[in-house]
């Protein structure tokens, strides 16, 4: 089983940053890749920025590319989201994932990012 627990959520206002930490436990081996994902109200969840864990290759969602950051501390079993330049439009629960051969995909509670003046 693994667990995993976001972190660094608030409130921001527009143009300002934040950074979002996702701490995985459990039975974290296997890993093909992690990933940060968002759901905003009256949209669905969406795939915002995804790390590669062997190559360490990175993939983002067109609308935060440029503004967001995903990286990993391997030796801490972290991950983080370096957002940058926030928008109203970056609004949402964010969400940790972490895709294991062995364990499946594992979810995160979520942690609220709200931009607003």
């Known amino acids: 089983q693994v667990q995993l627990v976001e972190s660094g959520g608030g409130l921001v206002q527009p143009g300002g940053s934040l950074r979002l930490s996702c701490a995985a436990s459990?039975?974290?081996?296997?890993?093909?890749?992690m990933g940060w994902y968002r759901h905003a109200p009256g949209k669905e969840r969406e795939l915002v920025a995804r790390?590669?864990?062997?190559?360490?290759?990175?993939n983002y969602a067109d609308s935060v590319k440029g503004r967001f950051t995903i990286s990993r501390n391997s030796a801490k079993n972290t991950m983080y989201l370096q957002m940058n330049s926030l928008k109203p439009e970056d609004t949402a629960v964010y969400y940790c994932?972490?895709?294991?051969?062995?364990?499946?995909?594992?979810w995160g509670q979520g942690t609220q990012v709200t931009v607003s003046s």
């Open positions: 994932n972490l895709e294991s051969r062995w364990t499946g995909s594992s």
């Open positions: 790390i590669a864990i062997t190559s360490g290759s990175t």
């Open positions: 459990g039975s974290i081996f296997a890993i093909n890749n």
